[in-house]
C-alpha cells in the first residue's frame, strides 16, 4: 500500500473514530454490582456483564437513608457496601454517580421508618421552606447534611484520595413528587437549597487534628437533573436552575411510563433544546435516568433507546435498578431482552466499561 493511501484510510479511520466518539455514549446502571433479577449480594456479578460480557461504564449509587444514620440505604443496601462498590467500580476506571432520596424532615417524624409517609415521596408543601428557615427543621437538616459530607468524605480511593463523583440531589424537581418539587416552593427556595447544600459539602474547614484547612468534600460533580417535560424550553429550564457557576453536568431523567411515540417524541424534544443549551453553555448533558419499567419490549434496547443516544452528544444514560416484583430497568441475562440489548452493546454509539478503561 503506497503512503499516501495509508494515511488516507488512517485520516478516515481516525475522522470516524472521532465522529463515533463524538456521539458514542456511556452506558450506566443504578445498584449494578449489589442485586439483579435472581440474585443478591453475590461478589463481582452484574446483569448487564452477564447480559452483555461487561460492565457498565457508569454506575449509579443512591444515599438515601444516610441521613437518618441507617446502616443501609431506602432500597436495603449497606452504605458499607455502597463505599466497597463505588471504590471497585473506580479502581476499574469507571464512572461513579450518587443521588440522594432523602426523607421528609418534617413528617419523617411522625413516622420514621415509614413509605410513602416519611419519605422523599411523601411531597408535603412547605418542607424547603421550614429548612431555610431558622428552627427544628432547618437544624435537623444540618444534621443530615452533615452525614451525607461523612459518608462522601469516606469515598476515598486506595491512595486515600477523594474518588471523583457525579453528585445528583434534588433531582426530578419539575415534577410533584417529591417534596423539593416544583409546586411544593419556590424557584428562589429551591435555589437556595440546592446552594445550602452545595455550600455546606464544599466548605473549607479546618481540621482541628493536623490544623489543616481542607475542602470538606472534593472530587465532586454537580449534576441539575430536572424530569422529561417534552416541551421544556430555555425559560422554563432557567426558571430553576441554579445556575452555570455551581452545575457541572445537566440531566435529563425520562422515563418510558405511556406509549413509546410519547417517550421518543417528549425525550428528543427535551435532548435538543438541553444540548443546545449545554453546548451553549459549555455543559455535558447525560441521560441521568432512563428506562422502561420491566422492559416489556425486548427491542426496546436497540430499537427505541439507541437511535435516541445516536443523535445527541450525550455524557451518559443510566437505567434504574434491576429489583424484582417488576421494578427493573436493566438487560435481564439469558431472555430475548439481553439478545436485544447485545445489539445495543455492539453499536459504536454505547461505551462500556472496557470502552473507557
Ligand atoms: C425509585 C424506585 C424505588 C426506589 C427509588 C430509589 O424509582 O425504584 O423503588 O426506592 O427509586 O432507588
Redesign the pocket.
Known amino acids: 500500500m503506497s503512503n499516501v493511501k495509508f494515511q488516507i484510510i488512517f485520516l478516515l479511520a481516525c475522522t470516524l473514530c472521532a465522529c463515533h466518539q463524538k456521539n458514542a455514549v456511556m452506558f450506566g446502571h ?2 449494578d454490582p449489589f442485586y439483579g433479577i435472581g440474585w443478591a449480594y453475590e461478589s463481582g456479578r452484574s446483569d448487564v456483564l452477564e447480559s452483555c460480557g461487561d460492565y457498565p461504564a457508569v454506575m449509579g449509587f ?1 444515599l ?1 437513608g444516610i441521613e437518618m444514620g441507617d446502616s443501609k ?3 436495603s443496601v449497606p452504605f458499607d457496601r455502597i463505599r466497597e462498590e463505588i471504590r471497585n467500580h473506580h479502581r476499574r476506571g469507571g464512572v461513579i454517580t450518587v ?1 440522594w ?1 432523602p426523607r421528609n424532615p418534617v413528617t419523617t417524624l411522625a413516622h420514621p421508618n415509614t413509605w410513602p409517609e416519611g419519605s422523599a415521596w411523601d411531597a408535603t408543601d412547605g418542607v424547603v421552606t421550614a429548612i431555610l428557615a431558622e428552627g427544628e427543621t432547618h437544624d435537623l437538616f444540618m444534621t443530615w447534611l452533615e452525614r451525607v459530607r461523612m459518608f462522601l468524605i469516606s469515598l476515598t480511593d486506595d491512595a486515600g484520595k477523594p474518588i471523583p463523583l457525579i453528585f445528583r440531589p434534588w433531582h426530578e424537581n419539575n415534577g410533584a413528587w417529591f417534596w423539593w418539587g416544583n409546586t411544593h416552593c419556590t424557584p428562589d427556595e429551591y435555589r437556595a437549597l440546592y446552594t445550602l447544600t452545595q455550600d455546606y459539602l464544599t466548605a473549607k474547614r479546618s481540621n482541628s487534628d493536623n490544623g489543616l484547612t481542607s475542602n470538606s468534600v472534593s472530587g465532586l460533580s454537580w449534576s441539575y437533573s430536572p424530569n422529561l417535560d417534552g416541551a421544556m424550553t430555555e425559560d422554563t429550564f432557567l426558571q430553576w436552575y441554579p445556575g452555570d457557576e455551581r452545575i457541572d453536568l445537566i440531566g435529563l431523567d425520562a422515563y418510558q411510563w405511556g406509549t413509546e411515540e410519547d417517550f421518543v417524541r417528549q425525550t428528543r424534544a427535551d435532548l435538543d433544546m438541553l444540548c443546545a443549551f449545554g453546548a451553549q453553555h459549555h455543559k455535558p448533558v447525560a441521560l441521568t ?1 432512563c428506562g422502561f419499567r420491566s422492559v416489556p419490549d425486548p427491542t426496546w434496547w436497540d430499537r427505541v433507546l439507541l437511535p435516541i443516544l445516536a443523535d445527541y452528544p450525550l455524557y451518559y444514560a443510566l437505567v ?2 434491576n ?1 424484582e416484583n417488576g ?1 427493573h430497568f436493566g438487560p435481564v441475562p439469558d431472555t430475548e431482552s439481553a439478545e436485544h440489548f447485545r445489539n445495543f452493546y455492539n453499536s459504536p454509539y454505547t461505551l462500556f466499561l472496557h470502552d473507557i478503561q
Open positions: 443504578q445498584d443512591d438515601g440505604n431506602l432500597d443521588s432520596h435516568e434504574w435498578r429489583a421494578e
